[in-house]
């Protein structure tokens, strides 16, 4: 029998709602504890120099065991 870890960290897919994501959550037996919102930059050429533009959000769930 494995083993589950006692946390897990849980991404927001592309595509996918956080309603589907909090689904997906419990079907795996974790209760989600934390949300987290990471920023995705990108580097972007303006001018011939090169700068960091945010471009989207990540979310992030963190879950533990149930």
């Known amino acids: 029998m494995e083993k589950k870890p006692k946390k897990k960290r849980f991404e927001v897919q592309e595509g996918e709602s956080i309603s589907d994501c909090l689904?997906?959550?419990?079907?795996?037996?974790y209760t989600p504890v934390r949300r987290m919102e990471e920023p995705v930059?990108?580097?972007?050429?303006?001018?011939?120099?090169v700068e960091i533009e945010h471009c989207s959000q990540k979310i992030v769930f963190e879950g533990r065991m149930m």
């Open 23 to 29: 689904k997906r959550i419990e079907h795996e037996g």
């Open 41 to 49: 930059f990108k580097e972007v050429k303006k001018n011939g120099k």
